[in-house]
């Protein structure tokens, strides 16, 4: 396999849990928070992304090194290493907000929701950076 090849399939690894998400994610919003087995899924389906994504990180990170191409290596890491502390903090926050509407809060659903929306967008703009950077990541002729 050619480091370009590697390149090309780093990319596809990394993309393709971001692609699955953002279109997944989405389907949450037509289901209430308020039902506990939906938030354990909606938590659980963002903490197997979190994982993907920071193994597909590592990945494209060592087959960016590999082909000598640290600036973008170093762009990956960025993206690992962010999915790697976003899962931490962000099933904390899911947790709390769940355990708080179980106490009987009656904003906790609101700040559920707002979370939801908040990981949605965030992985579309790494999507969008990813994609956009696609054509710098491609190599010279």
């Known amino acids: 396999m050619t480091p370009d090849q590697a390149v090309l399939f780093s990319t596809i690894i990394l993309l393709v849990p971001m692609g699955y998400f953002l279109l997944a994610a989405p389907a949450f919003l037509l289901v209430k928070l308020d039902v506990p087995p939906v938030t354990r899924l909606l938590r659980g389906m963002f903490n197997a992304y979190f994982l993907v994504l920071t ?4 990945i494209g990170t060592l087959a960016f090194a590999a082909a000598g191409r640290p600036a973008v290596a170093l762009a990956i ?12 903090w962000f099933l904390r926050r899911l947790d709390a907000e769940a355990d708080a509407r179980d106490s009987g809060d009656p904003t906790a659903v609101r700040r559920l929701r707002r979370l939801h929306w908040g990981g949605m967008a965030c992985n579309a703009v790494q999507v969008f950076a990813l994609v956009a ?3 710098y990541m491609a190599p010279l002729p």
Do not use: W, Y
Request: proline content about 5%; hydrophobic content about 65%.
């Open 55 to 58: 193994v597909s990180g590592v």
């Open 133 to 135: 950077s696609i054509p």
């Open 77 to 88: 890491a960025l993206i690992a290493g962010f999915a790697v502390l976003a899962r931490r």
